[in-house]
Nanobody
Framework: QVQLVESGGGLVRPGEALRLTCTSS????????LEWWRQAPGKEREWVAR???????YYAPFLQGRASLYRDNRLRTVDLRVRDARPEDTAVYFC????????WGQGIQVTVSS
């Protein structure tokens, strides 16, 4: 059974960087695209970023150039790093492979607050 596990997060001060790691158990991870999503309280889940198997990256416009993705196929991880964290970045963050009907992590809370 495929597992995706998010780590990192927690409490982040405004202006600091947040870093999340998604670790996959998929044996063919290097052939997978991986996405990050987030869900803020009272809001729908929204797409955050995507890294393809070919290492192409895509980011949601609301990140305004603050995000970066880093992939390590040997460790089967994709890191999401967001600079200059803002209170509106507060959300539960999820990683996903295989699209909406694919595999999801359990989610991890990120709170941006002073």
């Amino acid at each position: 059974q495929v597992q995706l596990v998010e780590s990192g997060g927690g409490l982040v001060r405004p202006g600091e960087a947040l870093r999340l790691t998604c670790t996959s158990s998929e044996m063919d991870f290097e052939a997978k695209s991986l996405e990050w999503w987030r869900q803020a309280p009272g809001k729908e889940r929204e797409w955050v970023a995507r890294m393809t198997s070919g290492w192409n990256t895509y980011y949601a416009p609301f990140l305004q150039g603050r995000a970066s993705l880093y992939r390590d196929n040997r460790l089967r991880t994709v890191d999401l790093r967001v600079r200059d964290a803002r209170p509106e970045d507060t959300a539960v963050y999820f990683c996903n492979t295989g699209g909406q009907s694919g595999h999801w992590g359990q989610g991890i809370q990120v709170t941006v607050s002073s």
